[in-house]
């Protein structure tokens, strides 16, 4: 079986900022483009950044709307954490650890993109917890 990928479509209000954030900010690549749309390769996940006139808004908090990855490895969130950081880019949340001593740790991140639209990046101390540990009811902060 060949492996699947996730595929993401969201709201822009321009071309040029978008490949500023997710090209130059969080190491995306590129793809097609043309004047109303932008495929980008977020650790090969396509993401598709679509140009709208509709007014786009703040949201009050990170629920129930945001995207993001699940790094399997420590050191690549870590990585990906310091690549924001030094790129400036904005951080709706700083880095943090939730959940901890409990089955469910984690560290995660929430950037905030120049649409607004907010990306959350965690990594799990123990990988069960990504689609386990269903003992634990805790989704998210309260």
Not at 2 to 29: D, M, R, S, V
Not at 61 to 85: I, K, M, N
Request: hydrophobic share 40%.
């Amino acid at each position: 079986m060949q492996p699947t990928l996730f595929h993401l479509a969201f709201p822009i209000t321009n071309i040029a900022q978008t490949k500023t954030f997710y090209a130059e900010g969080l190491g995306c690549q590129v793809g097609r483009e043309n004047a109303n749309s932008v495929i980008l390769n977020l650790y090969g996940h396509q993401l598709v950044a679509h140009m709208t006139h509709e007014p786009l808004a703040p949201q009050r908090g990170v629920y129930p709307r945001h995207f993001g990855l699940v790094f399997t490895a420590q050191a690549d969130w870590e990585t990906l954490l310091a690549r924001s950081q030094n790129q400036g880019l904005k951080f709706y949340q700083p880095p943090k650890q939730r959940f901890i001593d409990s089955p469910l740790e984690h560290c995660t991140f929430f950037l905030e993109d120049p649409f607004y639209n907010l990306l959350e990046f965690k990594f799990y101390v123990h990988a069960s917890a990504i689609f386990g540990e269903k003992s634990c009811a805790q989704i998210g902060d309260p």
